[in-house]
Nanobody, 126 residues
Framework: QVQVKESGGDLVQAGGSLRLACTVS????????LAWFRQAPGKEREAVSG???????YYEDSLKGRFTISRDKAKNTLYRKMNNLKPKDRDMYHC????????????????????WGQGSQVNVSS
């Protein structure tokens, strides 16, 4: 049974930093890609960043330079470091994974991923 669990969400001041963690069990990084999505209430999930089994990373264009995705294979944990946070970054952030390397959809589509966590809330005060 695959389980995905996010942690690290918090309330921070604008300009501050935060690191989200995603612990995955029942799935290894070699099985398929992992990704972070964000979701505002009543809206669709939007891709933030992704990483392939080989370590190639992808970012939503507007977030390049502020957000960094990384992983710790020994801990089977995915991370996302967010710097210079802005009020517009306030959202629920979800971690997602898959056990298939090749699917028709590319990394930025939520439908590409089979497993999801419940999310971790990030709030940014101005």
């Amino acid at each position: 049974q695959v389980q995905v669990k996010e942690s690290g969400g918090d309330l921070v001041q604008a300009g501050g930093s935060l690191r989200l963690a995603c612990t995955v069990s029942g799935l290894t990084f070699a099985d398929g890609p992992l990704a972070w999505f964000r979701q505002a209430p009543g809206k669709e999930r939007e891709a933030v960043s992704g990483i392939t089994p080989g370590g190639t990373t992808y970012y939503e264009d507007s977030l390049k330079g502020r957000f960094t995705i990384s992983r710790d294979k020994a801990k089977n944990t995915l991370y996302r470091k967010m710097n210079n946070l802005k009020p517009k970054d306030r959202d629920m952030y979800h971690c997602s994974g898959d056990d298939c390397v090749d699917r028709a959809l590319t990394w930025e589509y939520a439908g590409r991923y089979k497993y999801w966590g419940q999310g971790s809330q990030v709030n940014v005060s101005s």
